[in-house]
Nanobody, 114 residues
Framework: QVQLVESGGGLVQPGGSLRLSCAAS????????TAWYRQAPGKQRELVAR???????EYAGSVKGRFTISRDNAKNTVYLQMNSLKFEDTAVYYC????????WGQGTQVTVSS
């Protein structure tokens, strides 16, 4: 079965860190671009970070310098290291692969609160 499974979300204080993981089954991650999106309550889903097949990365301006996307080909997993978290980073984070017409994970909640 082809699927993406996210993990690593949770509750963190402002300034804290979290690392999200997205594990793929049924596809080889390194042969597709992979991205992290997020959706806050009442807002549209937005691109956070993307890693291309070439391993080139790109980031939304709001997270550049704080978040890092990476890929472990041996584990077929993509990560999102999030540092210096802010209240406005609170959202459900989704993993996305451009496998065929697009493949989404189920999402993982990240809450930044004091």
């Amino acid at each position: 079965q082809v699927q993406l499974v996210e993990s690593g979300g949770g509750l963190v204080q402002p300034g804290g860190s979290l690392r999200l993981s997205c594990a793929a089954s049924g596809i080889i991650f390194s042969t597709y671009a992979t991205a992290w999106y997020r959706q806050a309550p009442g807002k549209q889903r937005e691109l956070v970070a993307r890693i291309w097949i070439s391993s080139i990365t790109e980031y939304a301006g709001s997270v550049k310098g704080r978040f890092t996307i990476s890929r472990d080909n041996a584990k077929n997993t993509v990560y999102l290291q999030m540092n210096s978290l802010k209240f406005e980073d609170t959202a459900v984070y989704y993993c996305y692969s451009n496998y065929r017409t697009g493949l989404w994970g189920q999402g993982t909640q990240v809450t930044v609160s004091s």
